[in-house]
């Protein structure tokens, strides 16, 4: 053999580079790297994910001429095909409606089946990629569930290879580790080998409006995910391979932060990554933007960007979707409230009474309240809860509220546009629009329709209003402060494999 050659493909994986940010992050006075796993072969950190996973699944009996299955947006499958090419396996592929041409079309270049589900249904439909994947790897012979939301063999390829190899490179010479969420493999075996290493690394997560992550964290309830653009990161359920104990802190972003950073990081640091990696970018900055001393910062860049030409780097696709700065689209949750003229938002605390709780709603003609304890939001607590909390006639009006308190909510950002908010409130009793962990305002169905009324009519806020009317139907608003829901709708589910 050849001196100095590689005997194959998959032996290109790892050795990736750390690079240093210099304009980007020019505002902050943290020095910022990031690791550059767009750089594997496959064009992502899964290059990793696929070795581990290949290689426990042989040692419990895959054969070359098998079958692996998985549910991916792209990355986790192009890994797979990669390893599959050279060791001889076929491959079926699960995806999500709305992940990028270019994904679907890498996938089948391998010689992948690819079968395309629908994003807006729930994680238990049948037509899920959840459902569907496990329903095909059943149905067909020999073959291997990769699994990766619940295979340990995901977060175990991070701890084994990916922590190692910082170590190696970086001597420990950094003080917190950023990483974007999405099954967690990466944080959680990554950030499990730093820490044995380094007892004093902070770990970050960061993860985009809409997912289940941030509120959990934050507060320990299970709010409502709703659907966002980024792909990648961000779940709506909770994978297994996800250890939420590890970190010390979490960030949120949404879409237009991810994208513009994505955009800055090709034109400014010629660093070609995924929105993943300009999500996880923004984070970090977020991060030492609040630091009171300055650190070494190391961010995780997960996939290249040539998957996502179509659509981040599309300045068409941009525009239509109201990522562009010169195109303002509907306004943001901010542009809502202010709106609205609203007084300071008014909350409860858990311990508050329920008579002195439905006095506030009687006086304010409102529907429901926040629930804030020690300045973070821990729930709220709506008039039909008190009505059934009164009727079962096991409580008093002077019970404390703290058992009534619920997570129908999504939160968002004052920066969250008003195109999602539809999506939102389909699913959701109110939008709490969080600034950090501080509450700003509450949002809507009645709130989102009068704001869009009082624009200048043009068809796509008028079909809007439409839209979001239909899904209030059976319920009674009273805005202001807040409305409840008579029932619940059933909106778009938040697929978002990886």
Not at 37 to 42: A, K, S
Not at 257 to 277: D, K, N, W, Y
Not at 476 to 498: E, L, Q
């Amino acid at each position: 053999m050849m001196h100095g050659a590689l005997e194959d493909i998959t032996k290109a994986v790892g050795n990736t580079p750390i690079i240093r940010l210099n304009r980007v992050a020019a505002g902050v006075a943290s020095e910022i790297y990031v690791k550059c796993e767009y750089l594997n072969p496959g064009g992502s950190h899964k290059d990793r994910l696929a070795w581990n996973l290949l290689r426990r699944a042989e040692e419990a009996g895959l054969r070359p001429g098998g079958t692996i299955v998985e549910a991916t947006s792209g990355n986790t499958g192009a890994s797979l095909a990669l390893l599959a090419a050279v060791r001889g396996y076929k491959c079926i592929f699960i995806m999500p409606d709305k992940m990028s041409q270019e994904k679907i079309s890498g996938l089948r270049a391998f010689g992948a089946k690819v079968v395309v589900c629908p994003t807006a249904v729930d994680a238990d439909d049948p037509r899920s990629y959840y459902k569907v994947s496990r329903r095909i790897a059943d149905e067909t012979p020999n073959s291997f569930y990769a699994n990766q939301y619940h295979n340990p063999a995901n977060p175990e390829a991070h701890y084994l290879w990916t922590g190692p190899e910082i170590w190696k490179q970086t001597k420990g010479d950094f003080d917190t580790f950023v990483a974007g969420m999405g099954t967690g493999g990466t944080i959680s075996g990554t950030g499990k080998y730093l820490r044995e290493k380094m007892p004093n690394v902070k770990l970050v997560g960061v993860d985009p409006v809409g997912s289940l992550y941030y509120d959990f964290v934050k507060t320990g309830r299970i709010t409502k995910p709703f659907s966002y653009k980024v792909e990648g990161i961000g779940e709506d359920f909770f994978p297994t391979t996800m250890n939420l104990k590890i970190m010390d802190d979490i960030i949120r972003v949404d879409d237009k932060e991810c994208f513009l950073m994505t955009r800055a990081l090709t034109h400014q640091e010629g660093i070609f990554v995924g929105g993943s990696g300009g999500a996880a970018v923004a984070g970090a900055i977020k991060y030492a933007a609040k630091l009171k001393k300055p650190e070494k910062i190391l961010v995780f860049l997960c996939d290249a960007g040539q998957k996502y030409v179509s659509k981040i780097f599309n300045d068409d696709w941009m525009r239509e979707n109201g990522f562009m700065d010169d195109q303002p689209g509907l306004g943001t949750v901010h542009d809502l409230l202010v709106s609205h003229k609203r007084a300071k938002i008014v909350t409860a605390q858990p311990s508050s009474k329920v008579r002195d709780v439905i006095a506030t709603l009687k006086s304010l003609g409102i529907s429901q309240l926040p629930v804030v304890e020690k300045g973070k939001l821990v729930g709220i607590v709506g008039e039909i809860d008190l009505l059934r909390h009164l009727v079962s006639g096991s409580k008093t009006l002077d019970s404390r509220i703290a058992e009534l308190i619920e997570g129908d909510y999504a939160t968002v950002t004052p920066d969250t546009k008003i195109e999602l908010l539809q999506g939102v409130l389909a699913d959701a009793k109110a939008a709490i629009a969080l600034d950090g962990t501080r509450v700003v305002g509450i949002v809507t169905k009645i709130d989102l329709i009068d704001y869009l009324a009082k624009r200048k009519p043009e068809p796509v806020h008028a079909a809007l209003a439409l839209k979001a009317h239909k899904t209030s139907r059976g319920s009674t608003h009273k805005g202001a402060n807040g409305a409840s829901s008579r029932k619940k709708t059933k909106g778009a589910t938040r697929a978002h494999a990886k």
